[in-house]
């Protein structure tokens, strides 16, 4: 698959967790933060909690389920750029937490996976 359908399935993923988000009484705060170390998807809010979403999309799971592409690497560097982002915001003593939204093809349709504190650092 060339690198161009990655980024188009990538982007049609990110709108269906952002939607499914906002259906679960999520307010979406920032879509695509990017920093010179990374990117957050999706940083959404919903009660006193701030939550950054890794979204992983896939067409099939040859690979594994997508959720558990967001190894400790990825996870490690996420932690740097929600550091980065609550600096730039100046936001300080709210709860905060990672989520992974997963994404993966059955059939026609397309299944969603949320997983809440998807891991902590």
């Known amino acids: 698959m060339a690198k161009r359908d990655n980024k188009t399935l990538g982007d049609l993923g990110e709108a269906m967790a952002a939607q499914y988000l906002q259906e679960q009484n999520y307010k979406i705060v920032e879509r695509n933060y990017r920093?010179?170390?990374?990117?957050?998807?999706?940083?959404?809010?919903?009660d006193d909690t701030l939550i950054f979403v890794e979204v992983k999309t896939a067409r099939q799971n040859a690979f594994g389920p997508p959720e558990a592409w967001v190894n400790k690497r990825k996870q490690s560097q996420l932690g740097q750029v929600a550091m980065r982002y609550l600096q730039e915001n100046e936001i300080q003593n709210m709860d905060?937490?990672?989520?992974?939204?997963?994404?993966?093809?059955?059939?026609?349709?397309?299944?969603?996976q949320h997983i809440e504190n998807a891991f902590w650092l």
């Open 35 to 46: 920093w010179a170390r990374g990117e957050i998807d999706i940083v959404a809010q919903k």
């Open 96 to 112: 905060c937490r990672f989520d992974v939204v997963a994404l993966s093809r059955q059939g026609e349709d397309w299944q969603i």
